[in-house]
């Protein structure tokens, strides 16, 4: 991967200092989620397949990596553009361990795709990888007539699989996780009759559309109830992933808590298990615009637009976490940033995240100054406006270094965010995106678009 470092970059430190007025149009790299499953569907496939707009992360390569050693003729022509070569469902012994590095989305949809495999598998990955729990997939598949053995404590990687016959089953989860919801019906495909997935509320779909793109057969008998049939090679198709609204969520809060700040992100993943950031954001005052502009491959996608304001405290919790779950390190710095209380509740998912991001948050808001109650499922902060500038670790979590950047664009004195290399995982451009935001090439004015959106979800949001 190409490592072109700003300035602002020192000894893999991000330095930030107060940013300008924020009136800009950006894109951002493609989703992460729908990179790994786009790539997953590929090679599962009946013939080649063009991606584009994959995102080059360390965490989608290592998919890409990984499947490569199982068989998969996988080009990479340009950075975003990947040719796979589907091999109809036919993967071959990997040659060693398969390593996920610290990716959780590579690990756990893999175990759920190796367990029916007519082979044995181990999954290995990074210290911190191999302390988050795996229960969770181990659990289900194990329903299914997997046989998986987690070598560390308490069911925690390296993962060692021996590829078994697997039966379809119909599993209640007892939490809302895309990647519990994946693995599942990724053995499904390779189980015997229908395997039914059932979710507390609903989390990100991805898996499910993108099985529906490449013609496999899935019910969705209601929002959180879905089911797979075995037996099914998916159909070679090109697609098209469209850009990271967890991504774009940075940016976009930068612009929302400045008034007059103002932001079009374009051709962004407008998908509606994603965009609840944007309405918590219209909660809290900034007047958000959406426009799906296309859904013809299935993920919508289009242009989000941010008019920034000074806004005030909300609560969230309920359903909406899991469908912002990725976003809450930069709500609770918005929180921070705004007047009133943020409460985030039921968010208790964030305590095994890369890192404990409700202890990581909680840390370092206060070394900036803010005031803020731990909670075991969640965070009060008291948002006062204001942040004052310090040294914070990232605890090597990406969403916690690019969430404590952009809190440094709105602190007094300077910032510095340690160990920001983390953020190879989910936005290797994000050091380019922080540097053009404090020092923007000239007066860079946008066309507020507000009026012209015709498919805006703010009206109806009130
Ligand atoms: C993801 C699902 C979420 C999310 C993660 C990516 C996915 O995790 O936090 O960044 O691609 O399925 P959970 O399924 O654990 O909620």
């Known amino acids: ?224 109830v879905v089911s797979v049939f075995g037996d099914q090679v998916p159909e070679s198709r090109d697609f098209t992933i469209p850009g990271d609204i967890s991504s774009a969520a940075f940016w976009l809060v930068a612009a929302a808590v400045q008034p007059g700040g103002h932001l079009l992100v374009r051709d962004v993943g407008l998908n509606d298990t994603r965009t609840t950031l944007l309405g918590v954001l219209i909660r809290m005052g900034a007047q958000v615009r959406e426009a799906i502009e296309e859904v013809d491959q299935i993920e919508p996608r289009g242009t989000a637009e941010i008019t920034g304001a000074a806004l005030k405290g909300t609560i969230i919790q309920g359903r909406e976490i899991p469908q912002l779950i990725d976003e809450l390190p930069i709500l609770a710095v918005a929180g921070a940033l705004a007047s009133g209380t943020t409460t985030i509740r039921n968010a208790e998912e964030l305590r095994v995240k890369e890192s404990d991001r409700i202890a990581a948050i909680a840390h370092n808001l206060r070394a900036m100054g803010a005031q803020v109650l731990e909670l075991n499922d969640g965070l009060e902060i008291h948002g006062r406006g204001t942040l004052r500038g310090a040294k914070v670790p990232s605890f090597g979590d990406h969403r916690i270094a690019m969430a404590f950047a952009i809190a440094g664009l709105f602190a007094d004195g300077e910032t510095v965010v340690q160990d920001a290399q983390c953020v190879y995982e989910s936005y290797p451009e994000f050091a380019t995106g922080l540097d053009a935001i404090m020092n923007p090439k000239g007066v860079r004015t946008t066309t507020p678009v507000i009026s012209s959106l015709a498919h805006g979800r703010a009206d109806d949001e009130g």
Do not use: W
């Not at 951002?28 to 990179?35: A, L, Y």
């Not at 707009?53 to 490569?68: H, I, M, N, W």
């Not at 016959?165 to 919801?181: F, R, T």
């Open 1 to 224: 991967m190409q490592r072109r470092l700003p300035d602002l970059i020192n000894d893999m430190d991000f330095r930030v200092r107060r940013a300008p007025r924020i009136e800009t149009e950006i894109t951002v790299p493609g989703d992460k989620s729908i990179s790994h499953r786009a790539v997953i569907l590929a090679a599962l496939s009946n013939g080649v397949c063009v991606l584009r707009g994959f995102l080059p992360s360390e965490d989608c390569l290592q998919t890409v990596t990984a499947l490569r050693g199982m068989g998969i003729r996988i080009e990479q022509p340009e950075p975003e553009m990947l040719i796979v070569h589907g091999k109809r469902r036919l993967l071959t012994p990997p040659p060693g361990d398969i390593d996920c590095g610290n990716s959780a989305t590579t690990m756990r949809l893999f175990t759920g795709l190796l367990a029916g495999q007519p082979f044995d598998s181990r999954l290995v990955g990074s210290s911190n990888l191999s302390r988050r729990p795996m229960d969770r997939v181990i659990t289900p598949l194990r329903e299914m007539g997997a046989t998986i053995a987690a070598e560390g404590p308490n069911e925690t990687p390296p993962l060692r699989i021996t590829g078994s016959n697997l039966h379809g089953i119909d599993y209640h989860s007892p939490i809302a996780s895309a990647q519990v919801k994946s693995a599942i019906l990724l053995a499904g495909l390779f189980a015997k009759g229908k395997t039914t997935v059932h979710e507390p509320s609903l989390s990100r779909n991805h898996t499910e559309l993108m099985l529906n793109y490449f013609l496999v057969r899935t019910v969705k008998e209601e929002d959180t």
